[in-house]
């Protein structure tokens, strides 16, 4: 008997860092694609709390959260789970005496580095939305983020 598909729903906090016109992604050793840091919302918790828990537990860091951004949905399936999340994005302001040298990660199988602004596509950044957000932005577009990758 084949079993019943599941469905999740995913609300996160996301973080826009940005060095030298380069934007810190995070990526799970093994996977194809990269993606904001940040993670999941727990029940209770405000999305900017969210995202500095985040950065404290995956960093080792305290950073300021800045502007919001906006939020990008996004669906996607894997092999039988369909999953569906929200990305409320943020500025994210990281101590000055971090470099441009990847900062290490205190997650599990989780890496961080640096990728250009202008080349998000190589390193197949989720959602695809942002690979022409995050460019207009750091060029000084102010207007605020909204996109969708599921059908309307």
Known sequence: MPRAETR?????ARGVVVRDRGLLIA???GADHTFLPGGHVEMGESVPSALRREFTEELRIEVRIGRYLGAIEHGWTTEDTQHFEINHCFEVMV?????TTPPASYARNLEFLWAPVHDLKAHNLQPVLLWTL???WVDGDRSPWWGSTLPT
């Open 27 to 29: 990526h799970f050793q």
């Open 95 to 99: 101590p000055s005496a971090w470099g």
């Open 8 to 12: 999740r729903f995913h609300l996160l």
């Open 134 to 136: 995050v460019p207009r």
